[in-house]
T-cell receptor
Framework: DQQVKQNSPSLSVQEGRISILNCDYT??????FLWYKKYPAEGPTFLIS?????DKNEDGRFTVFLNKSAKHLSLHIVPSQPGDSAVYFC?????????????FGKGTHLIIQP | ETGVTQTPRHLVMGMTNKKSLKCEQH?????MYWYKQSAKKPLELMFV???????ENNSVPSRFSPECPNSSHLFLHLHTLQPEDSALYLC??????????????FGPGTRLTVL
């Protein structure tokens, strides 16, 4: 059973608008959440993260929100730009700072339309 | 070289072949990881090495054999693979014990095709 779920395989957004990518998780032991971006023929690139002690983290155009009671997080990109077109993966960790593999969702393919 | 590099980028092998995938990280990290990404499936953790010691084997078949000779290099030795092992194999590294926790840096991956 998938512990990290991204229920939207794809999302199309107009340039300049807000992109909202969603992620749900089931494991209450997860204490750190990350978003990765992946272009074709490249490995995933770290984008932004959030600890379970916070409910929001912001970095430029990217903001991640965490709702622990709902076991839900979302990534907001505003304004969306053509270069944001990529596959976005949500990932979670229960390591508390140790070496621990990440549990990934299947990804959401974001398409920014001009 | 910078970041995490992987060689080869593409590999085609028969089921009776033996081959190895190589990963090198130039970031001074102390933990390294192997992940597998099959079509239509999420990235799946295979192995974790922390300070050169294997700390996790995620129920991977023995036809996959990892090796970590030092904290900068990681290998995945392959033998008698099956066609269903065809996938993208990704290597990653991280610095354990240093915030932001578990931010892993990935290589570009090796696209493996088993005939």
């Amino acid at each position: 059973d998938q512990q990290v779920k991204q229920n939207s395989p794809s999302l199309s957004v107009q340039e300049g608008r807000i992109s909202i990518l969603n992620c749900d998780y089931t494991n209450s032991m997860f204490d750190y959440f990350l978003w990765y971006k992946k272009y074709p023929a490249e490995g995933p690139t770290f984008l932004i993260s959030i600890s379970s002690i916070k409910d929001k983290n912001e970095d430029g155009r990217f903001t991640v929100f965490l709702n622990k009671s709902a076991k839900h997080l979302s990534l907001h990109i505003v304004p969306s730009q053509p270069g944001d077109s990529a596959v976005y993966f949500c990932a979670a960790s229960a390591s508390g700072g140790g070496a621990d593999g990440l549990t990934f969702g299947k990804g959401t393919h974001l398409i920014i339309q001009p | 070289e910078t970041g995490v590099t992987q060689t080869p980028r593409h590999l085609v092998m028969g089921m009776t072949n033996k081959k190895s995938l190589k990963c090198e990280q130039h970031l001074g990290h102390n933990a390294m990881y192997w992940y597998k990404q099959s079509a239509k499936k999420p990235l799946e953790l295979m192995f974790v090495y922390n300070f050169k010691e294997q700390t996790e084997n995620n129920s991977v078949p023995s036809r996959f054999s990892p090796e970590c000779p030092n904290s900068s290099h990681l290998f995945l030795h392959l033998h008698t693979l099956q066609p269903e092992d065809s996938a993208l194999y990704l290597c990653a590294s991280s610095q354990v014990g240093l915030a932001p926790y578990n931010e892993q840096f990935f290589g570009p991956g090796t696209r493996l095709t088993v005939l």
